[in-house]
């Protein structure tokens, strides 16, 4: 299913993803996902989103702060900058909201003992792409949840993405809270892996509908 869509309390279990989705339904292009054995922790929040091919936002004009309109698909915005985007997903058809990563941050692959990713994690620095997420439109978004977060390299490859289902404190992918109206905003968080230390996760992008291949658009991008 979706990852924007109502999340449902999952007993902790983490997952190494593999990108590969091209819908939003979750339907895979041939990719499987690399399982990692299950974290001995407490119950926590549904799975961040896993990635999709690769769709560096080339082209696209960067977006002046406060831009008014709907954010165009491939344009590229400087971290901090808010990108409006439509929200047309189960009982949120025709909402919108204002999306902004705010910091892309590096951890350490010791952030990663005790998820028992065993040698499918060795080399991998995580890096942590927080955001915020405003509900600028006039719908109730109570419980909804924005994914389709994934890292962008340095050379505008996409990083690979690590799903935990569990909490996860040092990136905690966040729901919006009941009675999430206009005005009101949520912060969260995406985990992207850097092949190894010497590979840096400079960007961020955001695939979700309309914003992907299967509408025929490209990810809108964060650097």
């Not at 966040?174 to 190894?196: D, R, V, W, Y």
Request: proline fraction near 6%; hydrophobic fraction near 35%; charge should be neutral.
């Amino acid at each position: 299913m979706s990852t924007i869509s109502m999340r449902s309390t999952i007993l902790g279990a983490v997952a190494l993803t593999v990108v590969g989705s091209l819908a939003l339904t979750g339907c895979k292009n041939g990719d499987e996902e690399l399982p990692a054995q299950p974290a001995a922790s407490a119950p926590g929040s549904a799975p961040a989103s896993s990635g999709a091919p690769a769709s560096p936002a080339t082209g696209g004009s960067a977006a002046p702060a406060g831009a008014p309109g709907t954010a165009k698909s491939g344009q590229v915005f400087k971290i901090g900058e808010a990108a409006e985007i439509p929200y047309d997903y189960g009982d949120f058809k025709g909402s919108r909201v204002a999306l902004t990563v705010t910091t892309i941050e590096q951890g350490t692959p010791a952030d990663l003992d005790g998820l028992n990713l065993g040698d499918k994690a060795n080399g991998k620095v995580p890096y942590y792409i927080r955001y915020t997420v405003k509900n600028i439109g006039t719908t109730d978004m109570s419980y909804a949840s924005v994914g389709h977060v994934k890292g962008l390299l340095g050379d505008g490859t996409e990083a690979q993405s690590l799903a935990v289902i569990g909490k996860f404190e040092k990136c905690k992918e966040e729901s919006m809270p009941k009675g999430f109206a206009n005005g009101q905003t949520q912060t969260s968080c995406a985990i992207a892996l850097a092949p190894s230390a010497q590979t840096k996760v400079a960007g961020a992008e955001y695939w979700g509908n309309p914003y992907n291949a299967a509408s025929k658009g490209k990810g809108i991008a964060w650097k």
